[in-house]
């Protein structure tokens, strides 16, 4: 356990209106005069995740008994900590009406040309959804046709689809974004475009069905390939279990029929079956002069849907500002609660644990609560603990805050998501997601220095980490958001030891039941991190403004509306 001594805010000590008079700027304390911010403790948050991950709670899926008790655990130990609920209903959550729809009876896939067939394997070969809320959706010999990376992007002079008419027809597309080559250097990505090596928006496969349905698609099928899409086969595969979705007014009526991914060797089969040479069309999909190619071959299948609607919930706590005014605003802490409850078993495991995600930094969170309860006062801005349901299902508890927030966003200072921690001892460093977004970032900078830690952009930016967890909505809304991270240089191990079991988490427990907890964990690194979020949360709370975005920063414009909006009212 450590004890991180911050330098004090001038809350503590003085009258908090000379004190604002008195600081101009953001964070900048008085020279001198320390406060020591509460200490993190690691055992705790172990004790949080043994609960949490536990086969009573059944792999935490929405909508399940696992539901019911997550809920009412995390609602308990905020009640015993005195945070106050914090929803202005009086409670402790926010419905979130979800549906689900699970795919019934493995179906099969048929691709065809002439009498030749290929028949996709449910699961092994290829797993499909629909977000359609339906009984019954289907591709009756709907054409294929290959839409290269499927990216519409005019600010890097970008259209694969070239006008073509893709109604009815099925799209097959691959996932990231066109990999093209930095002219001054083959063996770079042009920064230029698509910001070179890291991932942007288009990348992810989220963008691809969003294209399908806005251009009328029947469906969408990508192709897998591990190193673009940041995880294995194996990771969509639990697509197969039951699909949730905002209950939105159209139904989803206005989506592809049909959305899912074929694996890369079916893909190559079904290129091979057009007459096409997968490799060398794919090639061809990293010039802007490619045009959707048809394929000649036509796709059948038939998803029957059993459709269940419920209220999730969103757990949300909150510790009341002591600053007269600023305490209407906010200083958000999310974590996920959910993970994928019960499912195809793997090595005779049927529950789908998520310790590591996302019961771990759930524990986090509540930790960190704790230790703002222990401060001799509270911050002057409020801080809200929001534990957000469905982020495994595609954001969704996280999306429907930032969509019917209970507290509104312009008066959100900012969100410090925590999805999955460091189990594996201190670090040297800390990898940000996105860094150089918002001035968010300068707090992180600032008390990692104070941990003698060096802070470095993430490493993968290949994965677009940033648009993968609950911090993603608040930022496409507008509000500074950051993915709290951890680092990977380990102190007192191996150079490699770091990378080592990133790799070995991703390839071997990620989203599979064997992410429980492990006998050589060490919950410093934790303690480390969560030392740090307190530390930004809290110098963010006590700032005399609000952090903002960088200028360049895609949400920028976003945030700018946003506070106009409010000032107007
Ligand atoms: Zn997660």
Redesign the pocket.
């Known amino acids: 356990m450590r004890r991180f001594t911050v330098p004090i805010l001038c809350a503590l000590t003085l009258a908090s209106a000379s004190c604002r008079q008195a600081q101009p700027a953001q964070q900048t304390p008085p020279a001198g005069a320390a406060v020591t911010l509460p200490p993190i403790d690691g055992a705790a948050v172990l004790e949080h995740i043994k609960v949490l991950a536990s086969d009573e709670y059944e792999g935490r899926a929405p909508g399940t008994k696992g539901e019911d008790l997550t809920v009412a655990y995390i609602t308990d130990q905020l009640k015993q900590l005195g945070i106050k609920p914090g929803n202005t209903d009086g409670t402790y959550v926010q419905s979130v009406p979800l549906v689900g729809i699970t795919v019934q009876q493995s179906p099969t896939l048929t691709f065809r040309k002439g009498a030749s067939r290929q028949s996709l394997k449910w699961r092994d070969d290829y797993v499909a959804w629909t977000k359609r809320v339906v009984e019954k959706v289907s591709l009756d010999r709907s054409d294929l046709v290959f839409v290269g990376y499927g990216v519409q992007a005019p600010e890097f002079d970008w259209d694969d689809y070239k006008g073509a008419d893709l109604k009815g027809k099925t799209m097959v597309v691959l996932v990231g974004d066109p990999p093209v080559k930095d002219p001054a250097n083959p063996d770079a990505l042009d920064p230029n475009v698509f910001e070179g090596r890291a991932m942007t928006y288009y990348g992810r496969w989220t963008y691809k069905y969003e294209m399908g349905a806005k251009l009328g698609a029947a469906g969408v099928l990508i192709v897998h390939e591990t190193g673009p899409a940041g995880y294995p086969f194996a990771v969509v595969q639990g697509k197969t279990a039951e699909q949730f979705d905002l209950v939105r007014p159209d139904k989803n009526m206005g989506r592809a029929a049909v959305e899912g991914w074929i694996t890369l060797d079916q893909a190559k089969e079904l290129f091979a079956t057009a007459g096409q040479d997968y490799d060398a069309l794919k090639k061809q999909a990293v010039t802007r002069e490619f045009k959707p190619v048809p394929l000649g071959v036509s796709a059948s299948v038939t998803l029957a849907n059993a459709i269940r609607t419920i209220d999730s919930r969103n757990v949300v706590g909150k510790l009341d500002g002591s600053d007269p005014k600023l305490k209407d605003e906010y200083v958000i802490y999310t974590a996920?609660w959910d993970?994928f409850g019960v499912g195809v078993p793997v090595n005779g495991d049927r529950i789908y644990h998520?310790a590591?995600?996302?019961a771990s930094?759930v524990g986090g969170v509540i930790e960190i609560a704790r230790a703002f309860t222990k401060l001799p006062m509270p911050p002057r801005r409020s801080i809200l603990f929001l534990f957000v349901t469905a982020?495994?299902q595609g954001l969704l508890g996280s999306g429907y805050y930032a969509m019917s927030p209970i507290y509104p966003l312009a008066r959100t200072a900012a969100v410090i998501n925590i999805?999955?921690m460091n189990l594996h001892g201190r670090t040297r460093d800390l990898e940000i997601v996105g860094l150089g977004l918002s001035d968010l970032d300068d707090y992180m900078q600032k008390a990692a220095a104070e941990q003698g830690r060096i802070v470095k952009p993430d490493q993968e930016p290949e994965k677009g980490g940033y648009f993968?967890?609950?911090h993603f909505p608040f930022a496409k809304e507008g509000t500074p958001a950051i993915n709290a991270g951890g680092g990977i240089d380990y102190i007192d191990r191996p150079v490699d030891y770091g990378r080592k079991v990133r790799d070995a988490y991703t390839a071997n427990d990620y989203h599979k039941p064997s992410d429980t907890i492990r006998p050589d964990w060490d919950l410093s690194g934790a303690v480390q991190d969560l030392g740090l979020y307190l530390t930004v949360g809290y110098r963010v709370a006590q700032a005399e403004k609000m952090p903002e975005w960088k200028s360049g920063a895609r949400w920028k414009a976003r945030r700018d509306e946003q506070l106009k909006g409010a000032a107007g009212k």
Do not use: I, K, M, P
């Open positions: 996920h993970h998520g590591q995600d996302n930094g982020e495994e999805d999955g993968r967890s609950d």
